[in-house]
């Protein structure tokens, strides 16, 4: 013990890891590495995944709204060569009410006002890739005078019974086009399981709140398991929202929302022209 406390008081002078480990044994036996190190094994493993030509899966959304639950679920698939995804817009399950067949809708200076009580999904039709890296794969390495982030040990802990390195990340640069703030590495396979990103997707609200992601390894292949945030969102209405306070004709307040993906397979072709079908929307990731 007295030679670890020795290592890691070096370690903590050099800048390499922080003195907060915890007290669990496991804890004591991991190596102490440089937090460029780790930041650099991690990128290396994001590089070397290689996936099947297609994945298919189920993506599950879910988000408070009007004091209950939406939930609903979306058949997609991606092409893993340009991570391009589809996703059917109808549905396969949705606690949303049907449409009801005496709804109106009326004309109000031009803005059409309903009386249904659908909810629309947040952000649009979710065109998530479960493969989606969040720019791991094309960052310089922590010893490049063009990196991206400053890197730092935030600790060494316990995470889902597996030893993690938590490292933080300042950018360098453009904080916008750099949003990984956090990443929770795998001590022994340097993979990443879980990342906070500020903002996702490529436009829309969902670029300036923060989003929690997890990972997962499915068939030997790392992909997103989770992708979520707790931050509440002011969506839809007639008119872009002016701030969180008002509230215009239409706008509904999604209180957090989450992508869970599951029922993954891997289909042996899928036809290219499904992949030139576009629907609009915000949950796009690129």
């Not at 791991?136 to 019974?161: Q, W």
């Not at 990984?180 to 609200?205: E, H, K, N, Y």
């Not at 997890?214 to 929202?241: F, K, Q, R, V």
């Not at 969180?244 to 397979?265: C, E, W």
């Given at each position: 013990?007295l030679?670890?406390a020795?290592?890691?008081?070096?370690?903590?002078?050099?800048g390499a890891?922080?003195p907060?480990?915890?007290?669990?044994?496991?804890l004591?036996?991991i190596?102490?590495l440089?937090?460029?190190?780790?930041?650099?094994r991690?990128?290396?493993f994001a590089r070397t995944?290689?996936?099947?030509p297609?994945?298919?899966?189920v993506v599950?959304?879910?988000?408070n709204?009007?004091?209950?639950?939406?939930?609903e679920?979306?058949?997609?698939?991606c092409?893993?060569?340009?991570?391009r995804?589809?996703t059917n817009a109808?549905?396969?399950?949705?606690?949303?009410?049907?449409?009801?067949p005496?709804?109106?809708?009326?004309?109000?200076?031009?803005?059409?006002v309903?009386?249904?009580?659908n909810i629309?999904?947040?952000?649009g039709?979710p065109?998530?890739?479960?493969?989606?890296?969040?720019g791991?794969?094309?960052?310089?390495?922590s010893?490049?005078?063009?990196?991206e982030?400053?890197?730092?040990?935030a600790?060494v802990?316990?995470y889902?019974n597996?030893?993690?390195?938590?490292?933080?990340?300042?950018?360098?640069g453009d904080?916008?086009?750099?949003?990984?703030?956090?990443?929770w590495?795998?001590?022994?396979?340097?993979?990443?399981?879980?990342?906070v990103?500020?903002?996702?997707?490529?436009?829309?609200?969902?670029t300036?709140?923060a989003?929690?992601v997890?990972?997962s390894t499915?068939?030997?292949y790392?992909?997103?398991?989770?992708e979520?945030?707790?931050?509440?969102?002011?969506l839809?209405g007639?008119?872009?929202?002016?701030?969180?306070?008002v509230?215009?004709?239409?706008?509904?307040?999604?209180?957090g929302?989450?992508y869970?993906f599951?029922?993954?397979?891997?289909?042996?072709?899928?036809?290219d022209?499904?992949?030139?079908?576009?629907?609009p929307?915000?949950?796009v990731?690129?």
């Amino acid at each position: 013990m007295l030679a670890r406390a020795i290592v890691l008081a070096a370690a903590t002078l050099l800048g390499a890891v922080p003195p907060a480990y915890g007290a669990d044994d496991s804890l004591e036996r991991i190596p102490v590495l440089p937090a460029g190190r780790i930041y650099d094994r991690a990128l290396g493993f994001a590089r070397t995944q290689a996936y099947p030509p297609y994945v298919s899966y189920v993506v599950t959304v879910r988000s408070n709204v009007k004091d209950r639950w939406l939930v609903e679920q979306f058949s997609s698939v991606c092409r893993t060569r340009d991570d391009r995804v589809v996703t059917n817009a109808k549905p396969l399950s949705s606690t949303n009410h049907g449409d009801n067949p005496y709804g109106f809708t009326v004309k109000l200076r031009g803005l059409a006002v309903k009386n249904v009580k659908n909810i629309d999904e947040p952000l649009g039709v979710p065109q998530i890739s479960p493969i989606f890296a969040f720019g791991l794969t094309r960052l310089h390495p922590s010893t490049s005078a063009l990196r991206e982030y400053d890197i730092a040990l935030a600790r060494v802990e316990e995470y889902h019974n597996r030893i993690v390195y938590h490292i933080a990340l300042t950018p360098r640069g453009d904080a916008a086009r750099e949003r990984l703030r956090d990443m929770w590495i795998d001590a022994t396979s340097f993979a990443v399981v879980r990342l906070v990103s500020a903002g996702a997707f490529t436009s829309g609200p969902a670029t300036t709140v923060a989003w929690d992601v997890t990972y997962s390894t499915n068939h030997g292949y790392w992909m997103i398991d989770t992708e979520s945030t707790a931050a509440s969102m002011l969506l839809g209405g007639y008119a872009p929202p002016l701030n969180t306070y008002v509230r215009l004709p239409g706008a509904t307040t999604y209180r957090g929302i989450s992508y869970t993906f599951s029922d993954f397979a891997y289909p042996a072709q899928v036809s290219d022209l499904l992949f030139f079908e576009y629907k609009p929307s915000q949950a796009v990731q690129m």
